[in-house]
């Protein structure tokens, strides 16, 4: 499963009562009152612990979780900036 699919999952299970119609990669969660800001945190533990990385709390911020496709480019930059750490 994509990252951007394993989110779409994730974000339809807890929010949408599991109905991912009409939630892609690109529509804005925020201005669709999909995820408040209290929710982003919820997402960031998703995060975290699904995808093995540490988002440090300058990352949480709006311009990172506006879109499925915005939380995945910021999960794949951690991800690759862990394995440089290594």
């Known amino acids: 499963m994509s990252t ?3 989110i779409i999952t994730y974000i339809a299970g807890v929010w949408l009562d599991g109905d991912a119609d ?7 969660l925020a201005d669709l ?6 929710g982003i945190f919820d997402l960031v533990h998703y995060l975290q612990g699904d995808f093995r990385i540490t988002v440090p709390i300058q990352e949480i911020n709006p311009a990172n979780f506006r879109t499925v496709d915005t939380i995945a480019a910021l999960v794949e930059r951690l991800q690759r900036k862990g394995e440089s750490v290594r």
Not at 22 to 28: E, F, N, Y
């Open 4 to 6: 951007q699919q394993s």
């Open 22 to 28: 009409g939630l892609d990669a690109q529509v804005p």
């Open 33 to 38: 009152n999909i995820i408040d800001s209290a």
